[in-house]
């Protein structure tokens, strides 16, 4: 019987759970794939090095154009800060499980890979709902919309959301740091993430099961009844606008940050909400790859190519090169 099970059950064997067996970790990414892993490899490089360029383009554009200068685009550029956080903290990782079948990471590693994974998501829900209000005053308070979104209140609303998402992320990590690990030490994905690390102890979690449900409704609930608030007023005051010319045009201005919405909150429920026993292994891998690789490629391209401002940013990039 190896010593990790007999910590579990066996109370003769106290001692073994006063020290950490697990200091190392073995991801096993995606063992059905290794038939095809070239391709698989070359795809998600691929996706990899779009999300990387996309971002940064976005942030570059914002900082050199004149045009872009406004809270929405503000607020975009840190969403692909987020992106870019996201994208750097899983991809690299998987791409080497990927090419060697698996791939090791130190206990600490794969907390660490938690913490910028949970505070990157964190970040990105808050947000999501802030630039929903954003959108809810352009539309149904125009006049008053500079006063209210005016630089500095969108500064320090960054900064909130930035220093929040940390806090949050590091409660749950203060928790993990006074469990014990007794094994196995593999886990059957290809990130870290905080329910297959805590699989992983032998001591009681059922504290941390709580701290993830208040700190999971904090950061996802309540910035979700936001959005979905802001846009209730939004459609009421469109469907008040005479025209039909005065209705598109108001609502292509919230169209981008809506998509991304429902793509961000779709996976997210899909991941974490629906029950895990409806779901089989590689659908839930294949749903977590959607949610931490494909959806932070599509962000910026969804606000780019529906957008005339960064079009044309864009062209004046070009000119000036």
Request: aromatic content about 14%; overall charge negative; charged content about 10%.
């Given at each position: 019987m190896p010593d990790w099970y007999r910590t579990r059950e066996d109370p003769d064997h106290k001692v073994l759970a006063t020290t950490n067996n697990v200091t190392s970790i073995f991801l096993l990414g995606f063992?059905?794939?290794?038939?095809?892993?070239?391709?698989?490899?070359?795809?998600?490089?691929?996706?990899?090095?779009?999300?990387?360029?996309?971002?940064?383009?976005?942030?570059?554009?914002?900082?050199?154009?004149?045009?872009?200068?406004?809270?929405?685009?503000?607020?975009?550029?840190?969403?692909s800060l987020c992106d870019l956080l996201l994208t750097t903290d899983i991809v690299p990782v998987l791409l080497h499980t990927v090419l060697h079948g698996g791939g090791t990471i130190t206990l600490i590693g794969?907390?660490?890979?938690?913490?910028?994974?949970?505070?990157?998501?964190?970040?990105?829900?808050?947000?999501?709902?802030?630039?929903?209000?954003?959108?809810?005053?352009?539309?149904?308070?125009?006049l008053r919309y500079h006063s209210i979104m005016n630089h500095m209140l969108c500064v320090i609303a960054v900064c909130i959301i930035w220093v929040m998402s940390y806090i949050g992320t590091f409660i749950y990590v203060i928790s993990m740091c006074n469990l014990y690990f007794c094994?196995?030490?593999?886990?059957?994905?290809?990130?870290?993430?905080?329910?297959?690390?805590?699989?992983?102890?032998?001591?009681?979690?059922?504290?941390?099961?709580?701290?993830?449900?208040?700190?999971?409704?904090?950061?996802?609930?309540?910035?979700?009844?936001?959005?979905?608030?802001?846009?209730?007023?939004?459609?009421?005051?469109?469907?008040?606008?005479?025209?039909?010319?005065?209705?598109?045009?108001?609502?292509?201005?919230?169209?981008?940050?809506?998509?991304?919405?429902?793509i961000f909150y779709g996976t997210l429920i899909m991941v974490y909400i629906f029950p895990k026993g409806e779901q089989s292994l590689t659908t839930g891998k294949i749903l977590s790859l959607i949610y931490t690789v494909l959806t932070p490629m599509l962000n910026p391209i969804i606000y780019t190519l529906r957008n005339r401002d960064f079009k044309e940013a864009l062209n004046r990039l070009k000119l000036l090169l």
């Open positions: 063992p059905d794939l290794q038939n095809h892993k070239l391709f698989f490899f070359s795809f998600l490089f691929l996706l990899y090095c779009g999300t990387i360029s996309g971002n940064l383009l976005i942030m570059v554009l914002y900082l050199v154009s004149k045009t872009l200068q406004s809270p929405m685009y503000f607020f975009i550029t840190q969403l794969c907390i660490t890979q938690f913490v910028f994974f949970a505070s990157s998501e964190f970040s990105e829900c808050l947000l999501l709902s802030v630039m929903s209000y954003d959108r809810y005053v352009a539309i149904c308070n125009p094994g196995p030490n593999i886990i059957d994905h290809f990130y870290c993430d905080i329910e297959p690390i805590l699989q992983l102890s032998c001591s009681d979690t059922s504290t941390i099961y709580v701290q993830i449900t208040v700190l999971g409704s904090s950061f996802t609930v309540v910035p979700f009844t936001i959005i979905v608030t802001s846009y209730v007023y939004i459609v009421i005051a469109i469907l008040k606008i005479p025209s039909n010319t005065g209705r598109h045009k108001a609502f292509s201005t919230c169209s981008s940050h809506l998509i991304v919405v429902t």
